[in-house]
């Protein structure tokens, strides 16, 4: 059974929510803090909603109409979502208020909209979707746990399109802990250097990225996702290559085939030399692309490079921005994207051309 | 009275985020809930809380939101009613 | 791919019994464990009844070996992970493919909430230690490292049905030969944001709680962790006599009922759907189910939801019920896993589980809850429900070892 991309929506620091097309032109930033370009989501989603919800359930609700937009699904048979951090927003406001007003005086609006499965939620809310719902929130598997969720339940037969998708976002108290846990830059950098920074840390990102996935193709479908793994916590370098052979094996891929390989690189030193190993060892003389300059870095970042990975295939073509090295063959055939979040969580996803 | 249901207008527009709702645009007899102003049982929890911070009025069963919640004149008339001098 | 998966073992820790034994003579002895807080610091103390593990950190982490600087929602699932391996027999978890799924709501919001207080004074302040597992997966991660698993871990939020869902998944990732076992249920510690997120919502009874029945007024929450080990068909039958699996997970389904973020449709929608999803897959009729562990809140929405969708699918053949929350409390993200191992051993065993405080049935649902404890039925099939926030329904059947 094949599973196709039927439609995609990405919220994300790029204007990717404008056209849902590659943008023509990077958005610029600064500092070591990547914000989400957001949309006008009243275009999606009633007033009526809109005012309780935070920002990772706009991003969300938005990437996911976009994508059943393009799809052309109006009530998917399953909505699954991925999500790190969950509402981290309603969280924090409601904690805050909570040890500031000594446990007094709470009103419930933070509280119900901090769960995680908000997102999943909401969707089903607003299309009155009474399918299967479920959100995964392990770290950097989060949205590998929805994808693989997803296509266990196509494969049982019965569901014909799923909405699966991942969202995070950033907030001013996530920021300033993430920050002391020494995860970002102290220098200034732009977008043009930081993938080939050699210092520690990298940049903080977010956003929404969504895929209507289905048995059969949709109007709009470009690319099959014709695989998907995680490894945790492996050993060291050398125990990924085998995994990465035996897993383009399983798909039957042949390392030759792989026209371009999407690396998660993110310009911390430590964390690239994985991708650099897994370059040159196993794809010496391939074109590399990265993504990590334009969402910055977030547990489910891999959903942004899956978004990528798709309009690379649809457009046959690599933009500028992402390719980081190499040539691209005229028939951009199929796409690995290999991901880690801190050294610990590793996936592999590959996407083939219809 | 008016005075009152002026303030209480204001006040619901911002602990509820009525975002594109002046407080003006609401009447005072115009139903809160459902096909009137849209507002859910969350909102009821929600102006529960207002009450007892501006006005430093209980209301222990929440079963009794919709009668008291129906239009800001009745809120009014509620607070009116059980609001302990000062 | 239409392999059946088998319920191998189960554990679990909550406010009636550090272990499954503890809480059967909980149930037989109708000893329900609402009572004052004593290890959550809240100033709601003398306002709630909590149902806490009665066991400190300290000593939970003495028991586990684990560092009793952590979050209690690991050191909480750490007990009924290690029990739940135990009882399988399964021996050296290392010769197996394993999955560990695990649910919990809030991960370690515990330590966070001390973090917070420090934090927000100067956000220079909190020691990181105390945030560091933060994250729902972060719990999930502790307690796979320290039982060695490492080839499958996931996490699953939805709230109160978090670990239903746990199942499900840990279901599929057998039936797809990911793994041979899958550890699956949740987990979750009491902490002051939950307590005072459904405080702000006007459900928590300030006695203790009475499912499904006519005088309910709300939940008294709990905490806890409850896990059953998954099996394959090909495990299943490599099993000595002297372990026996206890029953098969035969169906399950989650449907959602899209009706408003919290609250149920007053005709439980999504419940119903959940069921009949669940009986479907089993292969069976209404009438097949032998025993219901209702999601039973003890609030006025839920139990009305609940009950008219029962009755809508179950009239005029209503199979006993009742609401384990009676006794444990609602565990939010552990109750599915919890409930799911009481529901396991009802089938192995012929248990049904009584509703404690159940005085008055309710006006607007035909059926009342079984109020005592038996041993020794013929339960061929059990029915477990388990409904949350965001409309999500869930709903697990498991059936007696001989195939339907």
């Known amino acids: 059974m094949y599973i196709y991309i039927q439609g995609t929506g990405c919220v994300s620091p790029q204007e990717t929510a404008a056209g849902n097309t590659f943008p023509a032109a990077v958005l610029p930033w600064e500092g070591p803090r990547l914000k ?61 208020k909570m040890i500031n007003q000594q446990e007094e005086m709470l009103t419930p609006t933070a509280f119900i909209q901090s769960t995680h499965n908000t997102v999943a939620g909401q969707i089903a809310l607003m299309l009155g979707c009474h399918a299967y719902n479920n959100t995964f929130v392990h770290k950097g598997f989060s949205f590998e746990s929805a994808l693989l969720d997803s296509i266990m339940i196509l494969r049982e037969g019965r569901s014909s399109s799923i909405l699966a ?107 690239d030399e994985w991708y650099e190993y897994v370059e040159d060892t196993l794809f010496a003389g391939k074109p590399v692309a990265g993504f990590k300059h334009l969402c910055g870095e977030y547990p489910t970042a891999a959903s942004f490079g899956m978004w990528m990975g798709n309009r690379i295939l649809a457009e046959q073509e690599v933009p500028a921005a992402a390719l980081l090295k190499g040539t691209v063959p005229d028939h951009i055939k199929k796409v690995l994207i290999y991901n880690h979040y801190k050294q610990t969580h590793h996936s592999l996803i590959l996407l083939t051309v219809c | 009275m008016e005075k009152l249901m002026a303030a209480l207008k204001a006040q619901i527009v911002e602990q509820l985020n009525l975002q594109e709702v002046k407080p003006e645009d609401i009447g005072d007899d115009q139903p809160l809930f459902k096909d009137g102003l849209g507002l859910d049982s969350i909102d009821a929890l929600e102006i529960i809380v207002l009450l007892q911070q501006h006005y430093g009025i209980r209301i222990a069963n929440p079963e009794q939101g919709p009668e008291i919640f129906r239009s800001v004149r009745t809120i009014a008339e509620f607070i009116t009613a059980h609001q302990t001098p000062k | 791919m239409h392999s059946d998966v088998w319920i191998a073992g189960g554990g679990v820790i909550c406010g009636i019994g550090n272990n499954l034994s503890e809480c059967l003579t909980a149930f037989e002895r109708m000893e329900p464990g609402m009572a004052h807080m004593e290890y959550l610091h809240s100033v709601h103390r003398h306002t709630f009844p909590v149902v806490e593990v009665k066991v400190s950190n300290a000593i939970l982490a003495g028991w586990t070996g684990m560092s009793e600087k952590i979050s209690r929602t690991a050191l909480l699932s750490s007990v009924a992970v290690q029990e739940a391996w135990k009882s399988t027999g399964l021996g050296d978890i290392s010769q197996y493919r394993v999955g560990f799924v695990s649910a919990n709501t809030v991960g370690g919001m515990d330590k966070t909430e001390d973090f917070f207080a420090d934090y927000l004074l100067d956000p220079s302040k909190g020691h990181l230690s105390q945030v560091v597992h933060h994250e729902c997966g972060a719990i999930t991660e502790l307690v796979a490292d320290a039982m060695g698993i490492r080839h499958h871990i996931s996490t699953i939020s939805t709230a109160c049905s978090s670990s239903a869902n746990a199942l499900m998944y840990g279901s599929r990732l057998i039936r797809n030969n990911m793994v041979d076992v899958v550890i699956a249920g949740g987990t979750d510690a009491l902490t002051r944001f939950t307590l005072n997120g459904f405080n702000t919502l006007m459900i928590l009874d300030p006695a203790a709680c009475r499912p499904f029945d006519d005088t309910r007024a709300g939940l008294n929450l709990g905490e806890g962790a409850g896990y059953v080990v998954l099996i394959s068909d090909a495990l299943a039958a490599e099993l000595p006599s002297s372990h026996q699996p206890w029953c098969r997970l035969s169906g399950y389904a989650n449907a959602n009922d899209a009706y408003h973020q919290t609250a149920s449709s007053p005709d439980g929608t999504g419940n119903f759907l959940a069921m009949q999803g669940a009986l479907e897959m089993s292969g069976i009729r209404p009438e097949d189910i032998d025993y219901i562990n209702l999601h039973g809140t003890g609030t006025q929405n839920n139990d009305s939801a609940e009950g008219s969708a029962i009755a809508r699918l ?58 005592k404890f038996s041993a020794g039925n013929q339960l061929q099939h059990v029915m477990s429900n388990s409904f949350g926030f965001g409309g999500n329904c869930s709903s697990l059947v498991f059936s007696k070892n001989e195939q339907s």
């Open chain 1, 165 to 271: 998708g991942a969202m995070d976002e950033l907030t001013n108290h996530s920021f300033n802990i993430l920050s002391r846990f020494d995860l970002y830059k102290k220098e200034p950098v732009t977008h043009e250097q930081l993938l080939k920074s050699t210092t520690h840390g990298t940049v903080a990102g977010e956003g929404a990225a969504c895929f209507v996935l289905g048995t059969e193709k949709g109007p709009n479908t470009k690319a099959k996702l014709t695989g998907l793994t995680t490894l945790y916590k492996p050993a060291g370098k050398a125990e990924i290559s085998p995994d990465i052979t035996s897993f383009l094996a399983a798909h039957n891929c042949s390392q030759e085939e792989v026209s371009l390989v999407i690396t998660g690189r993110n310009g911390d030193a430590a964390g």
């Open chain 3, 314 to 371: 179950f009239a005029p053949h209503y199979p006993p019920v009742s609401s384990t929350k009676s006794f444990t409390g609602h565990t939010l993200g552990a109750s599915g896993g919890i409930e799911a191992v009481f529901s396991a051993w009802a089938v192995k065993e012929g248990v049904i589980y009584p509703n404690a405080n159940f005085s008055k049935q309710m006006k607007d649902v035909p059926f009342s809850p079984v109020t």
């Open chain 1, 36 to 96: 989400a370009w957001e949309p006008d989501y009243k275009q999606w989603i009633d007033v009526k909603l809109i005012r309780r919800m935070s920002r990772v359930i706009k991003m969300g609700v938005a990437a996911a109409k976009l994508s059943l937009q393009e799809a052309g699904v109006e009530i998917p048979d399953a909505i699954i979502t991925g999500t790190a951090y969950g509402c981290l927003d309603d969280t924090g406001v409601f904690l805050s």
